[in-house]
């Protein structure tokens, strides 16, 4: 027999590079912020899927024709000329934000973000077919049965059906919705209408009903640089840890002078929590100051007898410094949020000047380069231009084109046009001048359209007309 010691195998360690999900049960909250956010689900998709209904001049009110290369909002129509307004529209959101940022955090993430209102609503779907979060806990819990089944199916069809829907408002923007209602009926949709409704459905189902915290904490780039615009006196949930700590089991017959704070470590605010985030570790980025926890902190304050606010929204040099909430106040009016503030207040008002002043009618002159000049009966020379006349107002209206610039010049042919409401036309013109007048070579000329029935309404275009030289 043979006395060597036995191998001693090494032990392997598994190294997790990616920690699992855990699956998040937000439990329903009632109180102040819960209310708002709801009114801010309601306004948002009331506006979202009532837009697309609202009628204007017999047509859709709000429809970005992609088609026609023309955007209808109310009485306005925007045309390719104009995509100036678009940025300046982004660009006033984006300054928005970042006011809006700077002084109370991610308030917009908290209460009106897309994501933040479409995972309220599927929630909200959740609850009603699976129950409270502890019932939808047990149910995850249970084998397949046919009980279990029914339930998810019906609450993955109420997503779909509640997804699809959406994806339908989203596309009635861009084609007239009530042109896609009677695709509907008979599913002859075109496959630009079939991509868009089924793709931004999906995303929808799949945002709100599967990824839900993810999209904020993995997906959400304003998440990763909203520290960039946090600094110490902006609002944020904070959690009083002064007088909260110690933490532990608190009776009501505790008097002010115990020496137990007074968070009971219940985890409600965390039980709450749409990210499930603990907010008594401080401000961490992937919470989304939605102030469920705040909710959910006061009702508990209230049932140990203690003060409200343990949880709440604050600044971290009111809470370092115990600032008062006038102070607070005072201090939300700092450089930063004044420079943001003066920015979007020039920006507004430049394009809201700009909108104001904007004349409806734009004319285009582009110049026939088949034949720069030519010499025509009596001597005449003769120049062919096109001019592109676009009508932005929703009214027909008739124009006479006039020119100037050379003795003698004047429009061979018809002088007059008339344009339908919102439309563009081409208009071909000939445009003569007598032998002898003007330098040969370019000279210069001037278009002018003016509207027959309202004579201040006129553009002014300049060109060049070409005589030959001798």
């Given amino acids: 027999?043979?006395?060597?010691?036995?191998?001693?195998?090494?032990?392997?360690?598994?190294?997790k590079m990616y920690a699992a999900r855990e699956e998040i049960y937000p439990r329903e909250i009632d109180g102040r912020y819960a209310r708002l956010r709801w009114i801010f689900v309601w306004l948002t998709q009331i506006v979202f899927y009532g837009l697309p209904w609202l009628q204007w001049n017999d047509r859709q009110a709000v429809l970005f024709d992609l088609g026609a290369r023309k955007f209808y909002i109310f009485g306005l129509v925007l045309w390719p000329q104009d995509f100036i307004y678009l940025a300046a529209l982004l660009i006033i959101s984006a300054y928005l934000l970042f006011l809006a940022t700077a002084i109370a955090g991610r308030v917009w993430c908290g209460y009106s973000c897309p994501q933040t209102v479409y995972t309220e609503i599927f929630m909200w779907i959740e609850r009603k077919i699976e129950g409270t979060r502890s019932a939808r806990m047990r149910l995850d819990k249970q084998p397949w049965t046919a009980q279990k089944f029914l339930k998810k199916s019906a609450k993955h069809l109420a997503w779909g059906v509640f997804a699809l829907w959406t994806g339908f408002t989203f596309v009635g923007y861009f084609t007239p919705v009530l042109d896609l209602v009677g695709e509907v009926a008979t599913l002859t949709f075109g496959p630009w209408e079939w991509f868009w409704i089924l793709f931004y459905g999906f995303a929808t189902y799949g945002n709100a009903g599967w990824l839900r915290e993810q999209v904020c904490q993995y997906m959400c780039p304003y998440a990763r640089f909203q520290s960039s615009m946090f600094d110490k006196d902006t609002l944020i949930v904070t959690y009083d840890e002064r007088r909260g700590e110690p933490r532990g089991a608190r009776s009501k017959k505790a008097g002010p002078q115990s020496s137990q704070g007074d968070c009971i470590d219940c985890s409600m605010c965390v039980q709450v929590c749409p990210t499930g985030i603990d907010i008594r570790k401080g401000l961490q980025y992937e919470c989304i100051g939605c102030a469920a926890c705040i909710d959910a902190c006061n009702q508990v304050m209230d049932k140990v007898g203690a003060p409200r606010g343990l949880?709440?929204?604050?600044?971290?040099?009111?809470?370092?410094?115990?600032?008062?909430?006038?102070?607070?106040?005072?201090?939300a009016m700092r450089p930063r949020v004044l420079i943001y503030t003066a920015i979007l207040g020039v920006i507004v008002t430049a394009v809201g000047t700009t909108l104001a002043m904007r004349t409806p009618l734009k004319v285009d002159v582009i110049r026939d380069r088949g034949a720069l000049a030519r010499e025509v009966e009596e001597g005449m020379i003769e120049n062919v231009y096109r001019l592109q006349v676009m009508n932005t107002q929703e009214a027909r209206r008739t124009y006479r084109i006039t020119v100037s610039g050379i003795d003698t010049i004047g429009l061979a042919g018809e002088q007059t046009i008339t344009l339908d409401p919102a439309s563009s036309r081409a208009v071909p013109v000939r445009v003569r001048a007598a032998h002898g007048k003007g330098q040969p070579g370019s000279n210069r000329i001037f278009f002018e359209v003016r509207a027959v029935d309202q004579p201040d309404l006129h553009v002014k275009e300049k060109a060049v007309f070409f005589v030959p030289r001798n």
């Fill in 1 to 15: 027999m043979s006395n060597a010691a036995p191998e001693i195998k090494p032990e392997v360690k598994v190294i």
């Fill in 311 to 331: 949880i709440r929204y604050s600044t971290e040099n009111a809470m370092s410094k115990e600032l008062p909430a006038a102070e607070v106040r005072r201090r």
